[in-house]
């Protein structure tokens, strides 16, 4: 299979996945090569750090696509995420115009509405085929935008089109690959939800974080890994913490470790670097002492020397 061609099984998508250093249980495989397969977006939902937004990434680089990233957030309009128009260079353009003999009113309209003077923004620039084929779109965090900014996607998400009424719609030759992720702060519309293929994130288990683990600190003992793993894993069985730390928070903490020369956990190799694994005092504070004690005699029980 070359770098651009698509995977043609289960199995292919999962070997692509773990060739970009992501590694994917085999329901998410699946689920990416269906999208892949049939020309779908992929909703990809999960809590903060479960690694939605790498795979996007991933299949940028494994796939030999360009990488159209839209970060969302509260109040994203069409002028940001799909067009807008030089505003500046059409009155320099009308100005040249009036200073030649001043063109019709129409022809002015009709140049200055061409897509020479169009701004090409993430969504826009996702409908147009480079030579490596169709890029990745990665819709990033939809949660954070609102629900009429959901609604200006049905289109896109469905047609793979934009309409610009002074140009009229612009449609892709060929679907982009299309990643939409959410932290689930909110829920996300039916109507986008049905024009997409879902699937749920979720931590991985200890055995598959360990690979992810070895696989992005390559530096880090394994009994170190192993034990980071663990703790990891039993910290996110504790009801009291604000925010469970993710995937991207075991690999902080690994390579946090692994600069200060560690080996292995204690107590105060732990509670020196709790805020590369916690990032809420509260969090920190509830960690702090026995709690951490105990979890690091857990994890050296489980994983000794």
Known sequence: ???????????????LLRKGGYFADRGLATVLFLSLKMGRPLLLEGEAGTGKTEIAKVLSETLDRPLIRLQCYEGLDT???????????QMI??????????????GITKDIFSERFLIKRPLLQSLEAGNQGPPVLLIDEIDRTDEPFEAFLLELLSDFQVTIPELGTIRAEEPPIVIITSNRTREIHDALKRRCLYHWVDYPDAA????????????????????????????????ELFKLPGVAESIDWA????????DHLDREKVEQTLGALVKYQDDIAALRGKKTESLVKKVQEAAPA
């Open 1 to 15: 299979m070359s770098v651009t061609t698509l995977p043609k099984t289960v199995d292919e998508t999962r070997d």
């Open 79 to 89: 002028a940001s995420a799909v067009y807008e128009w030089n505003y500046q260079a």
């Open 93 to 106: 353009e009308i100005r040249l115009k009036e200073a030649q003999g001043g063109a019709a009113r129409d």
């Open 208 to 239: 598959r974080e360990f690979e992810i683990v070895t696989e992005k600190v390559p530096g880090a003992d394994r009994r170190l890994a192993q034990q980071v793993v663990l703790f990891v894993q039993e910290l996110r069985q504790e009801d």
């Open 255 to 262: 390579t946090a470790l692994t600069a200060l020369n560690a």
